[in-house]
């Protein structure tokens, strides 16, 4: 599954966002293979479900009327503070965390209630643009330290006869989650000295900081949008980094009231309907929340993770089904499963994303929307319905 980590400074709102976006009840059985655990959850990417082209909806429990979750795993990262590459607060078992993670949420006050420490300041008095670049910083300071640590076995393997750079610098890479593309693409992007005993600390660091680029991008939530006077959200904007305007609290709010009967929401909407009785303490609250929603188009959580996924990470909805005509399972359950692979793949990727089994025993795959066979090179679309013939099937 899809790792999203949480990071930012303690009071930032993560636990927040993390207990916001994790609520919805999961079935933790339906996932074997991730742990559960305090800070390890299961949350959703919001797409639009192909039902929505038929007559009847698939009644699939991560579809609520054509809206479609997607799970992922979400990992609420204990606050980072400046200097955590030095291991000031606790700060290496952090960014050890985070190397699990696919994508980053930074997540930051946006109100500016909080100073560079995260300890609790009155609104507006620091100002939080200053807090987006540290995480950058922390990370890549931090990669440098263990490419830094690295070094010396680099460059006793140069004394080596068949040495090559670029395999033990990709190999170095790999471990940090670089794939084969993303390690051709920085080796390309770096100037740097063929024998490792030249390479200087600035060359580490641009090593260590085009790695983190390559495999930990960040979307910057700003939250608390809720209290932060909006010229702070502006100017956040404004920055030349994606940036999305969040209210955790709102969103736990949201999701309570809406377990609670009380209001009409699914997540990622943009507004919502009150349906039950509440008292006029709630009703004020709740309009409260209506005018942030309507002035940043929702809360912003659903929006954060799924800009993650979809945009940073590129990665499509495919549908698998074994009725073509039905986009059914065997059983008749519609469009039961999705899943979330990176753009570029192929009917091949998600025979093997649904079992290896059917991966190995793949023989070719049907568009279940022409009823047409598609190619085995056929790059994969948001949204595509595939019916793959396997001899494990
Ligand atoms: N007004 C407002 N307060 C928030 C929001 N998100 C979190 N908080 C508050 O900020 C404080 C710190 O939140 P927490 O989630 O524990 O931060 P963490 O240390 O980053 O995990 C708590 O008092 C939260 O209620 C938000 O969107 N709006
Ligand atoms: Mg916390």
Redesign the pocket.
Known sequence: MLSIA?A????????????AATMADVDVANYPFTTIDANRGVSYVRTECPCLEREERCGNENCHDGKRYVPIELL?V??LVPGAHEGKGLGNQFLDELTNADVIVN?I?A?G??NEK?E?VDIGSHDPLEDIDFIETEMDMWLAGIVERNWEGVERKSRSPDFDLDEVLGDMMSGFGASPTDIARILRELEYPADPIQWTDDDREALATEIRQRTKPIVVAA??????PEENVDRLLDLDKPVIP???????ALRNAAEGGLIDYDPGDADFEITGDVSDAQCEALEGLQETMARWEG?GVQAALDYAVYELLDHLTAYPVQDAAKWSDGSGNVLPDAFLLAQGSTPVDLAYAVHSDIGDGYLHAVDARSSREISDSYELEEGDVIKIVSTAS
Not at 223 to 228: E, F, G, H, L, S
């Open positions: 949480l930012g400074k303690p009071n930032a709102g993560k636990s927040t966002f993390y207990t609420d204990a606050g997540v006050d109100s209630g909080t995260g609790p939250n608390k949008i809720d209290v932060a969040t209210s955790a609290e709102g969103e736990r809360t």
